[in-house]
């Protein structure tokens, strides 16, 4: 289980239909709990695939590497990322498969229909290495944020 | 110095997202670490012993593969290591791109697969 604000869950969403029709991508800080991975922040990230951003994304390790120093300074962990698919579906590609080296942290993944989000799935990605690695997957539970409740 | 290890490897550290070892160099520290930690090699290194194309390591913010002494680049006490896994996907796979490339070559103008 992927626990998520409702605020995030929406900025995710907001950041795909922004990029629309390129791909867009982020980091997902917080902590891993034995119910799952609780994202306590978003922090957005350039997709340094300019060549081909309709169907590719990549996060530059700078960018990586200051967030982790982000998340270490605000006491949480990486514990995902995210990205959209525009017209494509939500499901995870064998490109992001090959890609996925984050083992136990959820891959986010929302679909944008002509620059509208549609399905957000979560994937975990579970396994001990490469050789075992695999795509699970993980249902999203959004939280209301104190102030919607 | 400092070597800090992103989630995913932490469950190799005991837990550890951040680990101090002894090292003149890049590479010594980094043997120090697998040393410790002997798990960890095989999540670092491929069975030839390269650095898994894959794993980025930076000290501090510059990427080892692309210092003019690589793993023999000295350091300090101050110095950090940072171990970090690339993060990149998209919602193609090959095949589908390869398909588009060869329309994009012969199919006519304005036509979609």
């Known amino acids: ?149 | 110095m400092k070597i800090h290890i992103p989630t995913p490897l932490r469950a190799y550290t005991g837990g550890e997202q951040t680990v101090g070892v002894p090292g003149a160099t890049v590479g010594q520290a980094l043997q120090e670490l697998t040393t410790a930690f002997p798990e960890l090699r095989q999540h670092l290194y491929t069975g030839e012993g390269k650095l898994r194309s894959f794993v980025n390591i930076y000290l501090n913010d510059d990427d080892i593969r692309y210092l003019p002494q690589k793993e023999s680049t000295p350091v300090g006490e101050s110095d950090e290591l940072t171990v970090i896994p690339s993060i990149a996907g998209g919602c193609e796979d090959g095949a589908a791109d390869a398909l588009h490339a060869i329309c994009n070559y012969f199919c006519p103008k304005g036509a979609k697969l």
Not at chain 1, 91 to 112: F, K, M, P
Request: glycine share 8%; aromatic share 8%; hydrophobic share 30%.
């Open chain 1, 1 to 149: 289980m992927l626990h998520l604000s409702h605020a995030d869950y929406a900025a995710l969403r907001a950041h795909g239909e922004e990029t629309y029709p390129h791909e867009c991508c982020g980091v997902l800080l917080g902590k891993a709990s034995p119910d799952g991975n609780r994202v306590r922040q978003i922090v957005r990230a350039g997709n340094t695939r300019t060549d081909s951003a309709h169907n590719r994304y990549n996060i530059a390790p700078e960018e990586l590497i200051r967030t982790q120093r982000q998340a270490r300074t605000l006491g949480l962990d990486i514990v995902g990322f995210y990205h959209s698919h525009p017209d494509c579906p939500a499901q995870w590609s064998q490109t992001d498969y090959n890609e996925a080296h984050w083992l136990g942290c959820s891959y986010v993944i929302t679909r944008v229909d002509q620059g509208k989000a549609a399905i957000t799935n979560s994937f975990l990605l579970t396994g001990t290495g490469e050789e075992d690695k695999a795509f699970r997957d993980e249902p999203i539970e959004i939280e209301l944020d104190s102030t919607e409740s």
